[in-house]
């Protein structure tokens, strides 16, 4: 709405009765055109149009944006976009921590399990014989064995994956 707003805006000074304003208009047309509208894009690339029209027009300059009235628009423009990116990065750090601190944490919390079950599991087995153990280890073992199968043939699709 803002970039319609300012782009309505340089349009309307395209057909001022000045000269010099239709001339300064015409510039900043040039330079909103140049960008085409980004609404209906994928945020990364309607972001990154706003972030080089708004270098465009920083360039272009405060005392010509004046002239024609577009100083507001683009100073709101730069504000909204200020807040996106800092919404964006606040949002992607926090995901980040999040997911890699839950994997992580899960991780070390399942390997304690394992290594408690298994000193357990040894030291009954010491002191009270094998015998009565066994069929419980060779179901801990089968399930390892098929633990492991899962996570290398995981580990081998994302290898192909990146390999191309």
Known sequence: MLRSGLNAQTKVMLGHPIEALRTVAAE????????????GMAYNEEYGRLYNLLQDLAAFGAEKQKQIYI??????????????????????AEAATRVTGIVKQ????????????????NALALLNGEEEYVTFI???????????????????????????
């Open 28 to 39: 900043a047309a040039a330079l909103i055109a140049k960008y085409g509208n980004p609404t």
């Open 138 to 164: 060779d179901h801990v073992n089968v399930i390892i064995d098929q633990a492991s199968a899962v996570l290398a043939s995981r580990d081998t699709r994302a290898e192909k994956k990146r390999n191309g």
């Open 106 to 121: 899960t991780r070390t919390e399942a390997d304690d399990a394992f290594r408690a079950l298994a000193e357990r599991v």
């Open 71 to 92: 100083d507001a628009w683009v100073t709101e423009l730069q504000t909204r976009y200020d807040e996106f990116m800092s919404a964006t990065a606040a949002r992607d």
